[in-house]
Protein backbone atom coordinates (compact mmCIF):
# COMPACT_ATOMS: atom_id res chain seq x y z
CA UNK A 1 0.00 0.00 0.00
CA UNK A 2 2.47 2.40 0.76
CA UNK A 3 4.92 1.25 -2.51
CA UNK A 4 1.39 2.38 -4.02
CA UNK A 5 1.13 5.74 -2.51
CA UNK A 6 4.60 6.68 -2.98
CA UNK A 7 4.10 6.05 -7.13
CA UNK A 8 1.44 7.70 -6.84
CA UNK A 9 2.62 10.75 -5.14
CA UNK A 10 5.99 10.40 -7.80
CA UNK A 11 3.81 11.01 -10.79
CA UNK A 12 1.95 13.32 -9.45
CA UNK A 13 5.53 15.29 -8.64
CA UNK A 14 6.69 14.64 -12.18
CA UNK A 15 3.57 15.78 -13.68
CA UNK A 16 4.02 19.12 -11.40
CA UNK A 17 7.35 19.85 -12.50
CA UNK A 18 7.36 18.97 -15.83
CA UNK A 19 4.53 21.94 -16.82
CA UNK A 20 4.84 20.65 -20.19
CA UNK A 21 3.15 17.41 -20.32
CA UNK A 22 -0.30 18.20 -19.32
CA UNK A 23 -2.67 19.50 -22.72
CA UNK A 24 -4.39 21.96 -21.05
CA UNK A 25 -0.96 23.59 -19.07
CA UNK A 26 -0.06 26.55 -20.97
CA UNK A 27 3.69 27.61 -21.50
CA UNK A 28 4.23 31.23 -20.33
CA UNK A 29 6.44 32.53 -22.26
CA UNK A 30 7.97 36.76 -21.85
CA UNK A 31 8.48 39.49 -24.04
CA UNK A 32 9.22 43.23 -24.17
CA UNK A 33 8.16 46.07 -26.62
CA UNK A 34 10.62 45.69 -29.78
CA UNK A 35 8.13 46.97 -32.90
CA UNK A 36 7.60 45.07 -35.24
CA UNK A 37 8.87 42.14 -33.59
CA UNK A 38 6.98 41.90 -30.15
CA UNK A 39 4.59 44.39 -29.47
CA UNK A 40 2.19 45.55 -26.42
CA UNK A 41 -0.04 48.44 -26.42
CA UNK A 42 -1.51 50.42 -23.56
CA UNK A 43 -4.30 48.05 -22.69
CA UNK A 44 -1.83 45.40 -22.94
CA UNK A 45 -2.36 43.33 -25.62
CA UNK A 46 0.85 41.91 -27.08
CA UNK A 47 1.38 40.91 -30.83
CA UNK A 48 3.91 41.08 -33.21
CA UNK A 49 5.38 38.83 -35.56
CA UNK A 50 8.15 37.31 -33.07
CA UNK A 51 4.91 36.69 -31.12
CA UNK A 52 2.24 35.23 -33.81
CA UNK A 53 5.36 32.64 -34.97
CA UNK A 54 5.78 31.65 -31.32
CA UNK A 55 2.34 30.84 -31.13
CA UNK A 56 1.54 29.53 -34.52
CA UNK A 57 4.71 27.58 -34.18
CA UNK A 58 3.44 25.86 -30.72
CA UNK A 59 -0.13 25.39 -31.86
CA UNK A 60 1.26 23.35 -35.10
CA UNK A 61 2.60 20.58 -32.55
CA UNK A 62 -0.53 21.24 -30.45
CA UNK A 63 1.29 22.89 -27.49
CA UNK A 64 -0.66 25.71 -25.37
CA UNK A 65 1.30 29.42 -25.14
CA UNK A 66 0.57 32.60 -23.15
CA UNK A 67 2.83 35.74 -23.92
CA UNK A 68 3.25 37.82 -20.69
CA UNK A 69 5.42 41.08 -20.74
CA UNK A 70 8.14 42.34 -17.84
CA UNK A 71 10.91 44.17 -17.84
CA UNK A 72 13.89 42.82 -19.99
CA UNK A 73 16.28 42.52 -17.55
CA UNK A 74 14.33 40.95 -14.69
CA UNK A 75 13.24 38.26 -17.71
CA UNK A 76 16.29 37.48 -18.48
CA UNK A 77 17.77 37.01 -14.52
CA UNK A 78 14.54 34.85 -13.90
CA UNK A 79 16.12 32.70 -16.89
CA UNK A 80 19.10 32.86 -15.68
CA UNK A 81 17.66 31.56 -12.64
CA UNK A 82 15.42 28.97 -14.06
CA UNK A 83 12.42 30.53 -12.70
CA UNK A 84 10.49 30.97 -15.77
CA UNK A 85 10.66 28.98 -19.07
CA UNK A 86 11.75 31.65 -21.70
CA UNK A 87 11.29 34.44 -23.70
CA UNK A 88 11.30 35.89 -27.07
CA UNK A 89 12.48 36.71 -29.16
CA UNK A 90 17.04 37.92 -28.18
CA UNK A 91 20.36 37.12 -30.21
CA UNK A 92 23.24 34.63 -29.10
CA UNK A 93 25.68 35.44 -27.01
CA UNK A 94 28.17 34.48 -25.22
CA UNK A 95 27.50 34.74 -21.90
CA UNK A 96 23.75 33.36 -22.14
CA UNK A 97 25.47 30.13 -23.55
CA UNK A 98 25.36 28.88 -19.78
CA UNK A 99 22.23 29.17 -19.31
CA UNK A 100 19.83 29.49 -22.29
CA UNK A 101 18.80 26.91 -25.23
CA UNK A 102 18.31 28.86 -28.50
CA UNK A 103 15.63 27.46 -30.63
CA UNK A 104 16.21 27.93 -34.55
CA UNK A 105 15.76 31.46 -35.97
CA UNK A 106 12.17 33.21 -35.54
CA UNK A 107 13.49 36.21 -37.71
CA UNK A 108 16.23 38.30 -38.59
CA UNK A 109 16.98 41.74 -37.87
CA UNK A 110 19.52 44.23 -39.75
CA UNK A 111 21.66 45.93 -37.25
CA UNK A 112 21.94 49.62 -38.87
CA UNK A 113 22.93 53.48 -38.68
CA UNK A 114 19.57 55.68 -37.97
CA UNK A 115 20.98 59.10 -38.75
CA UNK A 116 19.24 62.23 -39.52
CA UNK A 117 18.46 63.12 -42.72
CA UNK A 118 20.68 65.67 -43.23
CA UNK A 119 23.33 63.82 -42.38
CA UNK A 120 26.01 62.32 -44.77
CA UNK A 121 28.11 59.75 -43.56
CA UNK A 122 30.83 58.36 -45.96
CA UNK A 123 29.52 55.35 -48.11
CA UNK A 124 30.12 51.48 -47.03
CA UNK A 125 31.07 52.22 -44.29
CA UNK A 126 32.27 49.17 -41.75
CA UNK A 127 31.25 48.64 -37.83
CA UNK A 128 34.48 49.14 -37.07
CA UNK A 129 34.43 52.78 -38.67
CA UNK A 130 32.29 54.15 -35.99
CA UNK A 131 34.58 54.98 -33.61
CA UNK A 132 34.94 58.85 -34.22
CA UNK A 133 30.91 59.67 -34.83
CA UNK A 134 29.18 60.32 -31.60
CA UNK A 135 26.69 57.38 -31.33
CA UNK A 136 24.27 56.27 -29.23
CA UNK A 137 22.18 52.54 -28.36
CA UNK A 138 19.67 51.29 -25.84
CA UNK A 139 20.76 50.39 -22.59
CA UNK A 140 21.21 46.56 -21.85
CA UNK A 141 20.10 45.55 -25.30
CA UNK A 142 22.58 43.35 -27.31
CA UNK A 143 23.73 45.26 -29.45
CA UNK A 144 24.65 47.69 -26.75
CA UNK A 145 26.63 45.33 -25.42
CA UNK A 146 28.61 44.56 -29.29
CA UNK A 147 29.28 48.00 -28.93
CA UNK A 148 30.82 47.08 -25.54
CA UNK A 149 32.58 44.29 -26.50
CA UNK A 150 34.46 46.17 -29.83
CA UNK A 151 35.90 49.02 -27.64
CA UNK A 152 33.34 51.79 -29.47
CA UNK A 153 32.77 54.78 -27.87
CA UNK A 154 29.00 55.64 -27.02
CA UNK A 155 26.31 56.75 -24.68
CA UNK A 156 23.01 55.17 -23.76
CA UNK A 157 19.41 55.64 -24.04
CA UNK A 158 16.36 53.91 -22.13
CA UNK A 159 14.41 53.66 -25.44
CA UNK A 160 14.06 53.61 -29.18
CA UNK A 161 12.15 56.77 -28.94
CA UNK A 162 14.76 58.43 -27.50
CA UNK A 163 17.67 56.98 -29.46
CA UNK A 164 15.70 58.77 -32.64
CA UNK A 165 15.42 62.25 -30.71
CA UNK A 166 19.10 61.81 -30.06
CA UNK A 167 19.50 62.02 -34.10
CA UNK A 168 17.16 64.17 -34.52
CA UNK A 169 17.24 66.97 -32.07
CA UNK A 170 20.52 66.23 -30.04
CA UNK A 171 22.83 66.44 -32.63
CA UNK A 172 23.86 63.09 -32.33
CA UNK A 173 25.15 61.44 -34.72
CA UNK A 174 24.01 57.76 -35.12
CA UNK A 175 21.79 55.72 -33.12
CA UNK A 176 22.80 51.92 -33.54
CA UNK A 177 19.98 49.67 -33.69
CA UNK A 178 17.72 47.35 -35.73
CA UNK A 179 16.70 48.70 -38.55
CA UNK A 180 12.70 47.86 -38.95
CA UNK A 181 12.09 48.26 -35.20
CA UNK A 182 13.66 51.95 -36.00
CA UNK A 183 11.33 53.00 -38.93
CA UNK A 184 8.46 51.28 -37.12
CA UNK A 185 9.29 53.49 -33.77
CA UNK A 186 9.94 56.59 -36.03
CA UNK A 187 6.09 56.34 -37.80
CA UNK A 188 4.55 55.92 -34.70
CA UNK A 189 6.74 58.83 -32.91
CA UNK A 190 5.67 61.34 -36.42
CA UNK A 191 9.75 60.91 -37.00
CA UNK A 192 10.05 58.69 -39.89
CA UNK A 193 10.47 61.92 -42.71
CA UNK A 194 13.46 62.86 -40.23
CA UNK A 195 15.62 60.23 -40.50
CA UNK A 196 17.26 57.65 -42.86
CA UNK A 197 19.21 54.20 -42.38
CA UNK A 198 22.39 53.26 -43.71
CA UNK A 199 23.62 49.71 -43.78
CA UNK A 200 27.62 48.19 -42.54
CA UNK A 201 29.39 46.95 -45.46
CA UNK A 202 30.08 43.47 -44.95
CA UNK A 203 27.81 43.06 -41.53
CA UNK A 204 25.05 40.27 -41.66
CA UNK A 205 21.93 40.16 -40.06
CA UNK A 206 21.15 38.96 -36.93
CA UNK A 207 19.16 36.23 -36.16
CA UNK A 208 16.21 36.08 -33.32
CA UNK A 209 15.19 32.78 -31.55
CA UNK A 210 13.20 31.80 -28.98
CA UNK A 211 15.51 31.54 -26.05
CA UNK A 212 14.80 28.74 -23.17
CA UNK A 213 16.17 28.53 -19.70
CA UNK A 214 18.40 25.58 -19.40
CA UNK A 215 16.94 25.70 -15.28
CA UNK A 216 13.82 24.86 -15.87
CA UNK A 217 12.09 21.83 -16.28
CA UNK A 218 11.36 20.28 -19.54
CA UNK A 219 12.97 22.98 -21.94
CA UNK A 220 15.06 20.63 -23.79
CA UNK A 221 12.07 18.48 -25.03
CA UNK A 222 10.05 21.84 -25.60
CA UNK A 223 12.60 23.36 -27.71
CA UNK A 224 12.43 20.50 -29.78
CA UNK A 225 8.76 20.86 -30.50
CA UNK A 226 9.16 24.15 -31.55
CA UNK A 227 11.72 23.86 -34.10
CA UNK A 228 9.40 21.13 -34.94
CA UNK A 229 6.23 23.43 -35.22
CA UNK A 230 8.48 26.36 -36.81
CA UNK A 231 9.39 24.10 -40.13
CA UNK A 232 5.74 23.16 -40.63
CA UNK A 233 4.76 26.75 -40.46
CA UNK A 234 7.51 27.17 -43.06
CA UNK A 235 6.19 24.57 -45.41
CA UNK A 236 2.49 25.55 -45.06
CA UNK A 237 2.95 29.81 -45.53
CA UNK A 238 1.76 30.28 -42.45
CA UNK A 239 5.32 32.04 -41.52
CA UNK A 240 5.04 34.14 -44.31
CA UNK A 241 1.44 35.26 -43.93
CA UNK A 242 2.64 36.69 -40.64
CA UNK A 243 5.21 39.06 -42.05
CA UNK A 244 3.18 39.90 -44.99
CA UNK A 245 0.74 40.85 -42.10
CA UNK A 246 3.11 43.26 -40.39
CA UNK A 247 5.29 44.27 -43.22
CA UNK A 248 3.82 43.89 -46.63
CA UNK A 249 5.09 41.30 -48.69
CA UNK A 250 7.39 43.49 -50.30
CA UNK A 251 9.21 45.25 -46.86
CA UNK A 252 10.44 41.90 -45.64
CA UNK A 253 14.10 41.79 -45.52
Not at 13 to 37: H, K, M, N, R
Not at 102 to 127: C, G, H, K, W
Not at 174 to 200: C, D, M, P, V
Not at 210 to 216: E, M, R, Y
Amino acid sequence: MLRKFRASLLSLLLIAVSGFTSADQSIELFAVDYPPYMMIDEQGNISGIDVDVTVAAFNAVGVPVTISTAPWKRVLKNIQHGRIAGALSCSKRPDRESFITYSDPVSEANQVMIINRNTRLPANMRFSDLTPFSVVAVEGWGIQKELDREGIPHDTVPDIESGLNAVVFRGVDIFYNGELTSLYQARQAGLHKQIRTQRFQGKPSTPFHLCLSKGFPGTAELVEKFNQGLKMIHSSGEYQQIYNRYLGPKERG
